[in-house]
């Protein structure tokens, strides 16, 4: 069942086969690599959010479940190229386990000798997860040979009839080995989460109902401010908050102290305070911290007041009632990234008064899309009703670059064809 695949917004639908037409095609003894997203938020070893393990089982379980030797590649946070305990995916195997109701091997290695054993061991419908995709440095390397060689030998575990399934929608806009370079070697095809996520994007990029309201936050500053040249000639409304924020108080010559600042974005976001004024919003106050820690000293201060030496770490309660006037009257809004810490309940009202304001614009017949690993647990942990949202997706910068119009990677790689 070959599905047309919006790739980007702005190109026009390709075909891209599907789990659906592997599974029909039958995998039952074959080695199939999936690359799921299980980048969770994690407390020390504890999942805060279980949300990717979840979104990742249908396609993990059709899989297995029609017999096939199912090999998973993922990552987990930034680690720098080389193996490191804090990023291990054990805690991840464990629930997946859990979420899938059958075992889950974890090879204590990406491609090295643990995991060639262990996926020569595999019997039909076993679960081998290999650790950390970005322990090895190759994954995310700019040099086309060294992905290709990482593929490769990601490509050997599933064997010469092995077929590739990409379901890590969270990474669709990262040219990385896994997520990339592997579909050029194998047949390759769509995952549920990837397919599903695909076609809700792909309805707010047509038409989407006025006014169109995307709120930015979180912490991956230099990603998301990338993407805000491009997006806001797109919207009526740009909410900014979050850490993305204080690169812009700093390109109006204000003090920042030490919260957040993307030094080499400043000129930049000059530019687009100078070219979209009408449609960018920034907070009027913070909260800001003497510290990055739970019980910091706390206050609410001025945007334009923030004193030496303390860390904005939240929008204030006057940035929130702007920003919930603005988003209660939208009919279409987008959100991705947290207005603060909200990990530390101090830090947490920002984030849930825009997302009580998001659902309340649903509630209105608007249509809404949270997208992001720490916004979707953010909507959970603050026990948001799931029902606030028309749509919670997996994938924070992936969902942003598709808005954008720029063709994703691992997706535009899946059109030409099994
Ligand atoms: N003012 C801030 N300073 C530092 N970190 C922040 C600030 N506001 C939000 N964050 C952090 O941003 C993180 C999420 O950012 P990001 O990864 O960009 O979002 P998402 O995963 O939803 O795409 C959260 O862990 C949150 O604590
Ligand atoms: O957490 C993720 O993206 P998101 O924070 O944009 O939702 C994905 O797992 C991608 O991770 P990356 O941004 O380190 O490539």
Redesign the pocket.
Known sequence: MRTTVTTSSTSPGASVPTLEDLLEAGVAGRGVLVRSDLNV?LDGDRITDPGRIIASVPTLKALAEAGAKVVVTAHLGRPKGEPDPAFSLAPVAARLAEELGRNVQLASDVVGQDALARSEGLTDGDVLLLENVRFDPRETSKDDAEREALARALVELVGDDGAFVSDGFGVVHRKQASVYDVAKLLPHYAGRLVAAEVEVLRTLTEDPERPYAVVL?????S??LAVIEALAPKVDTLVI??????TFLAAQGLEVGN??CEESMIDTCRELLDRFADVIHLPVD?TVADA?AADADSKVVAANAIPEGW????IGPDSVARFATILTGARTVFW?????????PR?SAG?RGVAEAIAQATGKGGFSVV????????VRQLGLPDSGFSHIST???ASLEYLEGKTLPGLEVLTDGA
């Open positions: 938020p936050g979180g912490s991956k500053v990603d998301k908050g979050g850490g993305m924020f204080y919260s957040l913070v990055f860390m904005g770490l939240d991705n990234g947290p207005m603060g810490v909200f990990e530390f830090f984030t997208g992001g690993g720490d916004s979707a647990a953010a994938g924070g910068g």
